[in-house]
């Protein structure tokens, strides 16, 4: 199966070690306007929280069924962003937005040769001065922490293993689910992700002069070192 199938109905769970609520202090601080775009938005918690927010927001995904959580979330928060489901490397809004986000690895799922068009659309999206924040897993991250390890949770109703091959460019992740079905026989599923590993300075010329930017170590909030395990950039469109 394709990623983000099977995953969806336990992502929310399964996602608790993410610092969405530091992300959202951070989205806070930066971003202006009413109107905005999350790209790879996933299960929705940054379009959904910044709608509660009184933004004006479109959720874009390229998994029908994360997409179908999204709406599911946002329905249950009384909040109705729009949600499309498209390729985020190609998405334009039809007119252009006060803010892009593009929140938890989103572009390490972008294949190198695609991250210019992906800057392009997004800079498109904006309106000048607007900005762009997204942020990226390491190439450290992915090739060390994450790299030959296998990973797993077990609950009563489900046990999830996610074992990852690197390769050059970034890591394949193998994810298996044994679900517990209403018989109580374990159901065996399995889908694949391949992130891609970016460099900064390939990001930093795939945005090109598009943007103005800065980054940042998300787990210390300084300065980008040999072990930073998640660079966040905050871009403004020129
Ligand atoms: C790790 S999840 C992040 C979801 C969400 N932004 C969050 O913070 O929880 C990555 C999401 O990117 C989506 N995705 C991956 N490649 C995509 C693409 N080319 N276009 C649109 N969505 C994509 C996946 O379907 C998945 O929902």
């Not at 390229?62 to 985020?88: C, H, I, T, Y």
């Not at 999206?125 to 390890?149: C, H, P, Q, V, W």
């Not at 891609?196 to 998300?218: C, M, P, Q, V, W």
Request: charged share 25%; aromatic share 12%.
């Amino acid at each position: 199966m394709n990623g983000y199938s099977c995953l969806a109905a336990y992502y929310d769970r399964l996602m608790t070690d993410f610092g969405y609520d530091s992300y959202l202090g951070l989205l806070g601080r930066e971003l202006e306007g009413r109107e905005g775009v999350d790209l790879c938005c996933g299960s929705g918690r940054i379009t959904i929280a910044l709608a509660l927010q009184g933004k004006k927001m479109t959720g874009v995904d390229m998994s029908g069924e994360m997409l179908s959580v999204a709406a599911d979330n946002a329905l249950k928060a009384g909040v109705k962003p729009l949600f499309v489901r498209a390729d985020a490397t190609a998405f334009r809004p039809q007119h252009e937005v006060d803010f892009v986000t593009c929140v938890c690895d989103g572009i390490n799922y972008i294949r190198q040769k695609d991250l210019a068009v992906f800057f392009e659309n997004a800079a498109c999206s904006l309106k000048k001065g607007g900005k762009l924040i997204f942020d990226a897993s390491s190439e450290y991250k992915l090739k060390k922490t994450i790299g030959n390890n296998v990973f797993f949770e077990d609950y009563d109703d489900l046990t999830y293993i996610w074992s990852n091959t690197p390769f050059a460019g970034g890591v394949k992740m193998d994810l298996t689910f044994f679900i517990r079905g209403r018989d109580g026989k374990y159901i065996k599923q399995t889908e694949e992700h391949t992130q891609y590993a970016h460099s900064e300075s390939t990001i930093g010329k795939a945005l090109g002069d598009r943007f103005s930017f800065r980054n940042f170590d998300f787990g210390t909030s300084g300065p980008v070192t040999a072990k930073t395990q998640r660079i966040v950039w905050v871009c403004e469109k020129l």
